[in-house]
Antibody
């Protein structure tokens, strides 16, 4: 069974940093691209970042470019999102989601971790 | 960046009725890399349709997708009580996996 479990969310002050993790199991992690998607309270889904299976290709939404860094450790079956210079508008539930081998839909999602940016 | 616009914002229907949701892209979506997701309150999104018209594993056949280029449609042939939710389209073929703003299907 495919499982994605996010962790690392919490309350952080504006300008602060946070590192999210996503632990994957039930599939060959190193064969799939992975993604972060967020959802602000009461709002829609916003794609944040994607990373290819071997980390060769990395993409970011304009809203987080230069502040967030996506990475993965295929030996540990883990995905990460380093978030720096956090702003109030980054407050959201952050989901990790599995992509395809190349370009693919997001077929499995974690339950999300809440990040709150507030003083 | 491809912008996806969904309509209507809210659809008020009764169980058993047919639901038709629209998703329009600001430019052509390559190779029909268009997906639809369902999200219920407090839950993660669930993949329904990918490649514009292929049902994901375990998705009932009352859900169907169609379209190409810039215009796509999700149809729910007969609404079941569990289908009342928010639906999002997404394009995943470019370097940015953008989502539409969502359509809420509510009970009339």
């Amino acid at each position: 069974e495919v499982q994605l479990v996010e962790s690392g969310g919490g309350l952080v002050k504006p300008g602060g940093s946070l590192r999210l993790s996503c632990a994957a199991s039930g599939f060959t992690f190193s064969s799939y691209s992975m993604n972060w998607v967020r959802q602000a309270p009461g709002k829609g889904l916003e794609w944040v970042s994607s990373i290819s299976s071997s980390s060769s290709y990395i993409y970011y939404a304009d809203s987080v470019k230069g502040r967030f860094t996506i990475s993965r450790d295929n030996a540990k079956n883990s995905l990460y999102l380093q978030m720096n210079s956090l702003r109030a508008e980054d407050t959201a539930v952050y989901y990790c989601a599995r992509g395809g081998a190349v370009a693919g839909p997001f077929d499995y999602w974690g339950q999300g971790t809440l990040v709150t940016v507030s003083s | 960046e491809i912008v996806l616009t969904q309509s209507p914002g809210t659809l008020s229907l009764s169980p058993g009725e047919r639901a038709t949701l629209s998703c329009r892209a600001s430019q052509s979506v390559s190779s029909s890399y268009l997906a639809w997701y369902q999200q219920k309150p407090g839950q993660a999104p669930r993949l329904l349709i990918y490649g514009a018209s292929s049902r994901a594993t375990g998705i009932p056949d009352r859900f169907s997708g169609s379209g190409s280029g810039t215009d796509f449609t999700l149809t729910i042939s007969r609404l079941e009580p569990e289908d009342f939710a928010v639906y999002y389209c997404q394009q995943y073929g470019s370097s940015q996996g953008t989502f539409g703003q969502g359509t809420k299907v509510e009970i009339k």
